[in-house]
């Protein structure tokens, strides 16, 4: 068996090496950086208290750890505990704990379901079927060339950092599915192609969740929102994104036509 390489001079040794062993890898180096001295160096960082309050904006205080618990750097429960010993009762990061605890939970599902992994798990609860979504990613998305300007920021930072901040997972997850009827599966593998925290549990289900086929009604999101927790730091100006604005009425009537009008 061949045995790899694991101690380099610096990370332009580490990559050369890689590149050497898949000359098929494309894309360029990633900022997130890999390994168990990094790994700890954001550990010791995390403010899962201030969490709770700041996760959903884009310059919130999440922790950025998903690569490395994906990759097994660091363990779920070490995570827990070093959190747990940054408060002074758990009640203060219960949110924190929470996501955690919806992480165990989606590779608990995906262990008791593996048939779920590709499959709808219900049926869309949108007046369509899953007939009716399209099997490929059209190239505009593909490229991030869409048009509305907040989208295609957030596919230029999946493809060239291999990371999204949650709340433009969820943006993006729900831009191909409901507003361009593309199926989630689709999406889905298409995350999971660029995520270096890419897996297949977490991934999959919050697809679904987003598409409503394992969650009780569709998730979407108009430019109020993503100027809300994102407009300081991307384009959110209404020209520049049009399709997004409109109040949650009217975008629940135009996305999902069969439904009638929203209570
Ligand atoms: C469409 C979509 C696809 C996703 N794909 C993945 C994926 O491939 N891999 C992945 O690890 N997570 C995935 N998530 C969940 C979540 O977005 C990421 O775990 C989180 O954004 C990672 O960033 P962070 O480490 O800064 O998280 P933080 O907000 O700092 O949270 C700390 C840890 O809690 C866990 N966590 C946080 N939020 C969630 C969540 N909503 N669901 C499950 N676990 C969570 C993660 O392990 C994360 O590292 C996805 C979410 C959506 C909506």
Redesign the pocket.
């Known amino acids: 068996m061949l045995q790899l390489k694991s101690t380099f001079e610096n990370r332009d040794s580490l990559i050369a090496y890689v590149k050497e062993l898949a000359p098929w890898a494309e894309g360029e180096r990633s900022y997130i950086q890999g390994g168990r001295q990094k790994a700890e160096m954001k550990l010791s960082n ?1 403010d899962p208290i201030l ?1 709770a309050r700041t ?1 959903n904006f884009g310059n919130g205080n ?6 490395y ?2 990759h097994g750097t660091l363990s ?1 429960n070490e ?1 827990r505990n070093h959190a747990l010993a940054k408060c002074n009762e758990p009640v203060q990061i219960t949110k ?1 704990l929470q ?2 605890a ?2 165990d939970f ?1 590779q608990r599902v995906l262990a008791e379901h593996p048939e779920w992994a590709w499959n709808d798990v219900e049926s869309y609860k949108t007046g369509f079927t899953a007939q009716d979504y399209a099997e490929d990613l059209p190239e505009d998305i593909l490229e991030g060339k869409t048009g509305i300007a907040c989208v295609d920021a957030f596919i230029q930072e999946l493809i060239h950092t291999g ?4 709340h433009a ?2 943006y ?2 729900s831009y191909i599915v409901h507003f361009r009827r593309i199926k989630w599966q689709v ?2 593998h298409w ?2 192609h660029h ?1 270096l ?3 297949l549990a ?2 999959n289900f ?2 679904q ?2 598409a409503s086929t394992f969650s009780h009604k569709p998730y979407i999101f108009n430019l109020e929102n993503v100027d809300k927790y994102f407009g300081k730091l991307i384009d959110t100006s209404p020209l520049n994104n049009q399709p997004l604005y409109a109040s949650y009425e009217t975008l629940q009537e135009r996305l999902f036509p069969n439904l009638g009008r929203a209570s």
């Open positions: 995390i969490y996760r999440i922790t950025r750890l998903s690569p618990i994906h779920l995570v924190f996501e955690l919806w992480r989606w990371y999204l901040h949650n997972r969820m993006l997850a999406g889905a995350f999971l995520l925290d890419g897996n977490s991934n919050s697809w969740w987003i």
